[in-house]
DNA sequence: CAGTATCCGTGTTGATACTG
DNA sequence: CAGTATCAACACGGATACTG
């Protein structure tokens, strides 16, 4: 059961908080959030919106289960509507609304550090190379 | 390796920046940010400082990579002192003091709501129950 | 369409032992 | 003290098949 499965993976040692900035930052949290931020999605809907951004696509397991808990949260609200074929509407409750601004803002402000973060990692790298190979051929730099 | 180990994890199919994202978010880079927003810290020290939070502690294997990560990530000053025993003080970059603050937001943010999220929980959780209750026998509820 | 149930590969985690 | 290396366990995520 899908439920029982994320109840056991959320019984970890964390405080209660940590649970929910996980459930908040998780991988598929994040775009379900920033997505239903913008407008409210049906589930496939959603699904094919989140698949658009890049990357390989959630399945279906997965943002089930990151709805659900999103939803258990009282993040997200699920609206399912009794026809056939069934329909179901997922929106932000004002708390999610709340979670979604503050996710998109974390994550503008990663999108717009990139080039920063970038040159540290090259220089970061850099170094690295350079300790390495000073390391595994001493003689060459070393020769006095 | 511990390098070789992260980077085959980092190179997941995610956009860029939700890999600094998750850095960034990730269950332990929280708590060093966090951490690291109110003073340097050593090595151990902060080790020690993580596992008085609560719940289970981080290895040491888990906090160096995080460190790793996120000082290539151009977020965390690692200052090695070649000292014997050996020194080692961490601290925030300017750019991961930004993050760390905006962080320390959102888990702050989600530590003032966490009433309202276990509230919304219960209610998921008796709507969830109650709905079970009704599959599982039916012919209680629906003698006519 | 909107899920649920199940199996299974793999990545992440953590315990342990070792090094400088 | 501050790591690194190796291995084993396990949770997570995904593919598939099935239901209402």
């Known amino acids: 059961m899908a439920v029982s499965e994320r109840q056991a993976a959320d019984a970890e040692s ?3 908080y940590r649970l ?3 459930h908040v930052t998780s991988r598929w949290g994040v775009l379900v959030l920033v997505g239903l931020l913008e ?3 049906r589930f496939s809907e959603l699904r094919r919106a989140i698949n658009v951004v890049g990357g390989r696509g959630v399945s279906e397991k997965m943002l089930t289960q990151t709805l659900q808990t999103l939803e258990r949260d009282g993040l997200v609200h699920r609206d399912a509507k009794p026809v056939i074929p069934p329909r179901v509407d997922y929106s932000l409750t004002p708390l999610g609304r709340e979670a979604a601004e503050q996710v998109r803002s974390l994550a503008q402000w990663t999108h717009d550090r990139m080039a920063q973060v970038e040159q540290a990692r090259h220089a970061y790298d850099e170094n690295r190379r350079a300790y390495d190979e000073a390391r595994e051929s001493p003689q060459r730099s070393r020769a006095s």
Chains 1, 2 share one sequence.
């Open 14 to 16: 964390l405080c209660p």
């Open 20 to 22: 929910v900035l996980e």
């Open 39 to 41: 407008r409210p999605y």
